[in-house]
């Protein structure tokens, strides 16, 4: 979302500041030196305060946009045996979904893993108001160490949409280069996460990719016990 106001405010500041401006002209040039001169001073006071205030509101939008971020997953988790757990997954709303939904899914091993092909713009189309794009692909389960992830049970499940008739807009911009010098990158993303029982995670798309957050004091022990 643009942050109009901090826009706004030096464009009504700098028509204040060019008003005084050129009213102190017209008093220098009518014979009224002193008050002119007071009047196209406040006016160029005026003016510089308006740039300054221009450019504090740039920064702030060009930080706001480059760190915006939403919400694309909550994954909860439920221990039902050694290195195996059930996942509920909630999506938000979208076009194909209005109401969000919520899957379960049988998932084997130590971490869980939710990828997403993202399309990234370049920092100035994010700045002019374009957000980076996501298409859920997969979740998975994950083992710890090598010998695991090589013998261990696999769990992995499409969480692509299902419409037959739906267009890969990722595959045809990668292909005919639809997205001109605005995109940046068409990229796959992951974000993964310690499992335990209880655990809640949320995953979440910024500017860059995936990331995923502990949100109760389950998945912070997990997180945190986990990554060592």
Do not use: C
């Amino acid at each position: 979302m643009l942050v109009w106001w901090w826009w706004i405010l030096p464009a009504v500041i700098g028509v204040a500041g060019v008003v005084t401006l050129l009213a102190g002209l017209g008093a220098l040039f009518g014979g009224r030196p002193v008050s002119g001169l007071l009047r196209v001073i406040g006016g160029a006071g005026v003016g510089v305060l308006a740039g300054f205030v221009a450019l504090a509101g740039m920064n702030v939008q060009t930080y706001s946009r480059l760190t915006y971020e939403r919400p694309v997953a909550t994954i909860e988790l439920e221990q039902i045996g050694p290195q195996h757990f059930t996942a509920h997954v909630e999506l938000p709303a979208s076009p194909t979904h209005p109401d969000g939904s919520r899957q379960t899914y049988d998932i084997r091993g130590d971490e869980w893993r939710v990828e997403a092909r993202v399309l990234k713009w370049r920092p100035w189309a994010n700045v002019l108001g374009l957000d980076s794009q996501y298409q859920l692909d997969r979740l998975s389960g994950r083992y710890v160490t090598t010998e695991d992830e090589l013998n261990a049970e696999r769990s992995a499940y499409d969480l692509r949409p299902s419409s037959e008739n739906q267009v890969d807009l990722w595959a045809l911009g990668r292909r005919y280069d639809l997205l001109g010098q605005a995109a940046d990158s068409l990229y796959g993303s992951g974000a993964a996460m310690p499992m335990s029982d209880g655990a809640r995670y949320e995953v979440w798309i910024t500017q860059s990719g995936l990331i995923a957050r502990a949100v109760n004091p389950q998945a912070e022990t997990a997180s945190e016990g986990g990554w060592r």
